[in-house]
Every structure is written in C-alpha cells, then in structure tokens.
C-alpha cells in the first residue's frame, strides 16, 4: 500500500472517530457547553479534551491515541515498524487495523506484561 493510500485510510478513520465522538460526548451530561466538540478539531486537542474530562478510560480514547501515533510515524517514514522492536509490523495485522503500533510478536509479548501486572494489583 502506498503512502497516500495509508494516509486517505487513516484519515477516513480520524473522520469515523471524529464522528463517533462528537456524539458520544455531546450527548453527555458531565461536558460542559465550553468543551463542546467539533469536527475540525485536530486529533491533539480531541486527546486533551477527553483527557481534560477523564476519559481516557474510553475505547475511543485508545483509538484516537493509536490513530495520532500512526499518523506521526507516517510522516516521519516510520509507519508499519513495531513501536517496541523496530520489525515490520506484519502486513495482514496493518491490514485488520491501519493504527496498529505492534508486530504480533510484541503484541503478545506486551499482552502478557499486562495480564501480570493486573494480577499484581490485585
């Protein structure tokens, strides 16, 4: 896949995350009339806004935080390298998921990191 093809998918996801939480959070009642949300804001104030109203627990959150990072590899020539090893990312895992940060590899690896540490918390 070229470079302006991965840049139109990655923005059409940005406008489906866009959309999708414009009318999440404008239909809450905790946001109030100044953290109101539009669609041309960029990804970075999207990301403090939700951080701004904790909800950083929310999937689109993550999504938002994936999508920004891809989108900053892209433009450094970094897209499609794993963000803990440097391989590529594989092409099918990019395919399933254009924001993908993480070969599979890693992506277990990291899965496992995570269920010991919930274990150790609790």
Known sequence: MSTQEIQQTLMQKEAQLKYELVHQLNQQVNVNSAAQIHFNMSLAELIE???????????????LTRLD?????????????????????????????????????????????????????H
Request: aromatic share 2%; proline share 4%.
């Open 49 to 63: 806004l939700m951080s701004q109203q904790k909800l950083t627990d929310s999937p689109l959150f993550s999504q």
């Open 69 to 121: 990072a891809a989108l900053c590899q892209l433009e450094l020539g970094l897209y499609g390298l794993c963000s803990d090893c440097e391989s590529e990312i594989e092409p099918d895992r990019l395919a399933a998921d254009p924001t993908e940060q993480r070969c599979a590899h890693c992506d277990e690896k990291h899965r496992n990191e995570h269920r010991q540490e919930l274990r150790l918390s």
